[in-house]
């Protein structure tokens, strides 16, 4: 570890099986740092959430395929940080290397608003004991967003059946949370019990290093050359978590393709983007005004042929739903709206279900013709307008 940065690999790949925690100079794997990628960048400030997250990995790792018998070095995990340190990204990732890493596992994701819906549907449908069965019987549970439970007294007490089904069988669990449950109202004193067991563990925002780190992969990823300055000033520039980091790049990357200094995927004049460069980008985008999520949302239904209002609607068939997350994933790229604020534009869906969204179409743009070919439409029809 050169400067204080450490990537966490969180794909279940055999390369990555035997070490979870590699400190690197800098965080060279593709994208990462981007919440649709496969790693998690960690500086000095989350050294701790880093090696607690190491030391679940490496423990899984060295289980045999298809099974997770051994006891987690502490069990529950309760990662908690403010909005953009990544702990969507990482409660995502950890879920999706265990479901790699053992195929045969049962592995449970959720957030606190699924968790409480699902308990509502199985009651009302009289699927309650099917439902129990099913959770109660998982390897590994990851439950988002604990705090959504808060002031669902019914909700809670199941959790608390399911917390101690769990510790019966030495099953993992890790939640997430913006704060300490200690510091919350609403909370039942069985479920404040069980929590207060949990090895709690900070996630801080980014420092500047690690911001760094993560712009210089995000730019990579694109193929948008930025000069060591560019990279330094959008570091110091940019505060906050990941989010404000993949919108600044995906504003430097607008501007350099509507202004013509990027096209094809390469820098017109083969140069990369120093600081004049990226002023006079900034400025140039600048006078522009940036999209609403509703403009775009206009665009993508008319590209698919659809009504506004039905991506807006609960309606979940296959063409419905990829528009949609076409919307969410050109919003968060094109637009200052938080996956809140967009999910509240969809009706009210959580952010958590706009970070899936966004996730599907970054996988389905390597793949899928008709989504690669909206999403550049999309884009070309904006900067037209």
Known sequence: MADGIFTIPLTGS???????LSGRRHATSENAGDPAAGSFVAGSENLLAACTLGMLLESGAELPDGAAERAAPFNPLLIYGPHGSGKSHLAHGLAEWWRERFPLAAVEYCTGADFARDYAAAL???????WRDRLHGVDLLVLENLGELVN??????ELVLLLDALADREARVVFTARSLPSQWQGLSAALRSRLSAALAVPLALPSQATRRAIL??????RGLPLSR???DKLAAAVPGGVPALVAAIAELELAARTSGVLAGGKLADGKPVDARRMRDLVEHQDSQSAPTVREIARLVARHFGLKLADLKSPQRQRSLVAARCVVMYLARQLTPASLSEIGDY???RDHTTVLHGCRRTEKLLTRDVAVRQAVADVRRSLTSA
């Open 216 to 221: 210089e992969s995000l730019a990579e990823g």
């Open 152 to 157: 669902k007294p019914a909700v809670q007490q």
């Open 346 to 348: 969809f009706g009210g």
């Open 229 to 231: 300055q560019v990279l």
């Open 124 to 130: 009302s449908g009289g699927r309650l004991e099917e």
């Open 14 to 20: 055999a390369a990555n099986s035997n070490r979870a």
